[in-house]
Structure formats: structure tokens, C-alpha cells
């Protein structure tokens, strides 16, 4: 079992930053993969990046690569996303999600709200 928790949301003007931390329970956070999603009111929950075991691959939506940076310290069971260059459509629910095996994911966050102001 793994339990995911969110910090670092809050409300931002476009063009700046937010870094968004995940923390997690259980002492086999190594081996798993994790990732970012986000949900907008009215909108489906969307991929926004994910990052290997290890933290050697990287993987991020269209909307966001070269913008957000994904990336993981197994030491402190954490995993963070820097997001730069803010802009209003970013606005969403983060939720941190952790993927054992397979291509569900298996464990989810409460989420932390994302707010970009014009």
C-alpha cells in the first residue's frame, strides 16, 4: 500500500511558477513509477508527466513539455513537479498518482488546487 499526499498549490499570476510536491508512504516508493495528472472543472482527468523508477525516463504531455519538469528523490519518498511559465489553462486539480506494474494506476492523491490568474 502506498499513500500519496500533494502540497504546494496555490494561486499564481500567468508567467509564474509553482513547484508541486508529492509525498509518500510505504517503504517500496523506488519502485514505483509515478506521475502527475490534473482534472479542470468540467474537463476529464489528464495526463501531465510521469517519471520512471529510477528517475532515469521522463514523460510529459504536449501542453506542458518545456514548461514543467518532472523529477524524484527515493530518499525522501517525494516526487515533485516544477511548473514555469504558468499559464490560465494550467488551472486544475494536481493529483500525484503511483504506478506498480501493469498500466493502471494503482494509488492516488487528494489532489492540490492549481489556480493561474490572467
Known amino acids: 500500500q502506498v499513500q500519496l499526499v500533494e502540497s504546494g498549490g496555490g494561486l499564481v499570476q500567468a508567467g509564474g511558477s509553482l513547484r508541486l510536491s508529492c509525498a509518500a508512504s510505504?517503504?517500496?516508493?523506488?519502485?514505483?513509477?509515478m506521475g502527475w495528472f490534473r482534472q479542470a472543472p468540467g474537463k476529464e482527468r489528464e495526463f501531465v508527466a510521469a517519471?520512471?523508477?529510477?528517475?532515469?525516463?521522463?514523460y510529459y504531455a504536449d501542453s506542458v513539455k518545456g514548461r514543467f519538469t518532472i523529477s524524484r528523490d527515493n530518499a525522501k519518498n517525494t516526487v515533485y513537479l516544477q511548473m514555469n511559465s504558468l499559464k490560465p489553462e494550467d488551472t486544475a486539480v494536481y493529483y500525484c498518482?503511483?504506478?506498480?506494474?501493469?498500466?493502471?494506476?494503482?494509488?492516488w492523491g487528494q489532489g492540490t488546487q492549481v489556480t493561474v490568474s490572467s
Open positions: 498518482a503511483a504506478l506498480e506494474s501493469g498500466t493502471s494506476w494503482d494509488y
Open positions: 510505504g517503504r517500496t516508493f523506488s519502485s514505483y513509477a
Open positions: 517519471i520512471s523508477w529510477s528517475g532515469g525516463s521522463t
